[in-house]
């Protein structure tokens, strides 16, 4: 991702403020919120791309052997922007081990697969959590008039209060919802010969 200098000043200034707070004017926060803005977009953007080569991977890969320089170049795309080889992509990559660059690949994918796994079971893979939406900055405009304040933690739950007893008899299931009536169906119609 790469920022503008525009950006680069905004991001400096937020930065500048985080280290030194004081109170922002309007247009800062302004600036701060549509940077925000552009940030999610390009995420979103990265996400919407990766499932597209994720995508023409798979094709490229049910293709096999005819597509073999594209989805060995796919695969390249796909590893380079962190994706974990499947077994599916070992599978086609043993197919593929007769050239170099085929061989090369399986040895590589081998490797980040054993690495993903270990991973997994020592328990340290946990997937990115996904950005938290700007709303507001201390010192800023009252922004978050428009936005819904956040609301403090609950209490630790305790033993639930019990209701006050009322003189009125709770109704019954049935008598609050009747049951539905199916509608009469319309008279068969005659026929007439003809």
Known sequence: MA?????????RRALAHALHPTPLDDEDVQDCL????????????AGRMRAFLLADLARYRDALPGSAAGYLELLQDALAAGHDP??????ALRGLSGSP???ALLARCRTLAEHSVRARLAGRHVAPAPRTRLLALPGGRAAAADEPEPR???????PAPTPPPSDRPVPKP???FPPRRRPAAPPPEERAAG
């Open 101 to 103: 660059v085929g061989a």
């Open 152 to 158: 403090p933690a609950k209490p630790a739950p305790g």
């Open 34 to 45: 549509r940077l925000a803005g552009s940030v999610d977009e390009a995420v979103r953007e």
């Open 174 to 176: 049935s008598e609050v």
């Open 86 to 91: 499947r077994p599916e992509d070992l599978a």
């Open 3 to 11: 920022f503008g200098a525009d950006e680069l000043r905004v991001l």
